[in-house]
């Protein structure tokens, strides 16, 4: 099976910056796409940033600017830089991967989530 392992999550203040980092391990043959995503309490989980294997990025609209994702390949690892953080952007946030296992076979795993908290 495939693991998500994130760390990064801490406290920081308004304007500082963070980065969050997810390894995947396990039987992996092919990652198409990591990302993450967040979810403040009584919130809805969305999506914040994503990366494919084609090297196409998204980013939710409050993020845009501030946020930066990467991959390196070698590693089977995601990373989110965030800058010039909000008090909004106060959440959990969960590391997402569509991977292949083999040829015909995939799956979209989650982490287990890491807290962000931007507070003064």
């Known amino acids: 099976q495939v693991q998500l392992v994130e760390s990064g999550g801490g406290l920081v203040q308004p304007g500082g910056s963070l980065t969050l980092s997810c390894a995947a391990s396990?039987?992996?043959?092919?990652?198409?796409?990591m990302g993450w995503y967040r979810q403040a309490p009584g919130k809805e989980r969305e999506l914040v940033a994503s990366?494919?294997?084609?090297?196409?990025?998204n980013y939710a609209d409050s993020v845009k600017g501030r946020f930066s994702i990467s991959r390196d390949n070698a590693a089977n690892t995601a990373y989110l830089q965030m800058n010039t953080l909000k008090p909004d952007d106060t959440a959990v946030y969960f590391c997402n991967a569509y991977i292949y296992s083999d040829t015909s076979h995939w799956n979209v795993y989650w982490g287990q989530g890491t807290q962000v908290t931007v507070s003064s």
């Open positions: 990366v494919n294997a084609g090297g196409g990025f």
């Open positions: 396990g039987s992996i043959f092919r990652i198409v796409s």
